[in-house]
């Protein structure tokens, strides 16, 4: 049946929704400020499919975007796959502007220069993985991400990548979720290659 706009959700009603908070802009804004614990799937062509591999079925989603079109356009994306349960559209970035967090960009030579014990974490799928990757690399799936976590050793910073920075910004963003230090490599797997920079296989 067709549905109306969602209704947007005020700041005070936010935490009470005990909703997932999904975060579409590109990775780039998202990384300069977002909203603390959101996620960050970008409202293009994939984004039902990335909701469908990392959110958990039937959990309620509020949408952070300024754009009440674009909210409803999401969650008519979501319908599809049974996510029905989208509760509205909220603001992305906090009221209290403090408390917004980042991400840094991290531009492949500056990961390749990197000296400070960094683990590298490829989130792309196997068949990407394996025609080539970073070397000493670690491969987790995005959507496994969630159950995997704990692999990855605590205390170390974390670099994701995928191929071009989308479903790395995802990971990033569920790793900061859950308190991990993250950085997002910038143009991802594509831009590394780009720079002449090493790969194994």
């Not at 967090?101 to 490829?122: K, S, Y």
């Amino acid at each position: 049946p067709p549905r109306g706009p969602l209704a947007f959700v005020p700041e005070d009603a936010l935490a009470s929704l005990d909703a997932i908070l999904v975060d579409p802009r590109p990775p780039h804004v998202f990384g300069a400020a977002h909203r603390p614990g959101a996620l960050n799937d970008v409202g293009n062509e994939g984004f039902a499919v990335r909701i469908g591999a990392s959110v958990p079925f039937g959990t309620p989603i509020v949408i952070l975007t300024d754009d009440p079109e674009q909210a409803t356009r999401l969650r008519d994306q979501l319908l599809p796959i049974g996510y029905d349960d989208v509760r509205g559209y909220a603001s992305p970035l906090p009221a209290d502007a403090t408390r917004a967090m980042r991400i840094e960009p991290l531009d492949p030579r500056h990961a390749a220069g990197r000296t400070d014990g960094a683990i590298l974490v490829d989130v792309r799928e196997p068949h990407e993985w394996e025609q080539g990757h970073l070397p000493g690399a670690v491969h987790i799936p995005y959507g496994r991400l969630r159950e995997r976590m704990g692999e990855l050793p605590m205390g170390r910073p974390r670099i994701v990548y995928c191929a071009t920075g989308v479903r790395s910004s995802l990971a990033a963003s569920m790793l900061e979720g859950a308190g991990r230090e993250v950085r997002n490599l910038r143009g991802g797997f594509t831009a590394w290659r780009a720079a002449g920079l090493p790969i194994e296989r």
